[in-house]
T-cell receptor, first 114, second 115 residues
Framework: KQEVTQIPAALSVPEGENLVLNCSFTDSAIYNLQWFRQDPGKGLTSLLL?????REQTSGRLNASLDKSSGRSTLYIAASQPGDSATYLCAALFLYNQGGKLIFGQGTELSVKP | KAGVTQTPRYLIKTRGQQVTLSCSPISGHRSVSWYQQTPGQGLQFLFEYFSETQRNKGNFPGRFSGRQFSNSRSEMNVSTLELGDSALYLC??????????????FGAGTRLSVL
């Protein structure tokens, strides 16, 4: 069964701290892995997408890595800010019937304290 | 470029009723996927449509159905509503399904409450 797990479920850090969110997946046949941000009651905002042939992607203070062989991805947030407070979700894309299906982790709820 | 638009944003229904949710993808996108988000189960895949054809379906009962129109807009229907159907329903659009570099863009969702 294809599963995606995120650790920790919740994280509280002081402003300015660097932090790492973890994501693991059981099936290495992923096509890509996306990290999303979700604010309370809102939809998902795509942060970074790593294709299966890539090792990492960077956008501003965010860096995501992918290790297919170990079934892991990490999202690194540098110099965290209160505005980074949200739930972060990773999702692995698997191919079915020429289409795709995203399998999501349960998310990490991040709180950055001023 | 307008994003993914979902209507309505909020719905309140009673058990046994049916409901139709709408999703307009980003202009030029032909793939639409639907997801259900609940506190207990998290985000779960419902179905994916491309060029008016259902490509994939998640593990949901037949009460959940959908369709896609020639302009790529999609609707999702839930019949005989149950309390457990209360959730945030999210729609995502992408240009071409099954491509490694293909980002899925999500709408703000429709929050359905079943009383």
């Amino acid at each position: 069964k294809q599963e995606v797990t995120q650790i920790p479920a919740a994280l509280s850090v002081p402003e300015g701290e660097n932090l790492v969110l973890n994501c693991s997946f059981t099936d290495s046949a992923i096509y890509n892995l996306q990290w999303f941000r979700q604010d309370p009651g809102k939809g998902l905002t795509s942060l970074l997408l790593i294709q299966s042939s890539q090792r990492e992607q960077t956008s501003g203070r965010l860096n995501a890595s992918l290790d297919k062989s170990s079934g892991r991805s990490t999202l690194y947030i540098a110099a965290s800010q209160p505005g980074d407070s949200a739930t972060y979700l990773c999702a692995a894309l698997f191919l079915y019937n020429q289409g795709g299906k995203l399998i999501f982790g349960q998310g990490t709820e991040l709180s950055v304290k001023p | 470029k307008a994003g993914v638009t979902q209507t309505p944003r909020y719905l309140i229904k009673t058990r046994g009723q049916q409901v139709t949710l709408s999703c307009s993808p980003i202009s030029g996108h032909r793939s639409v996927s639907w997801y259900q988000q609940t506190p207990g189960q998290g985000l779960q895949f419902l179905f994916e449509y491309f060029s008016e054809t259902q490509r994939n379906k998640g593990n949901f009962p037949g009460r959940f159905s959908g369709r896609q129109f020639s302009n790529s807009r999609s609707e999702m229907n839930v019949s005989t509503l149950e309390l457990g159907d209360s959730a945030l329903y999210l729609c995502a659009s992408s240009s071409i399904p099954g491509v490694a570099g293909n980002i899925q863009y999500f709408g703000a969702g429709t929050r359905l409450s079943v009383l």
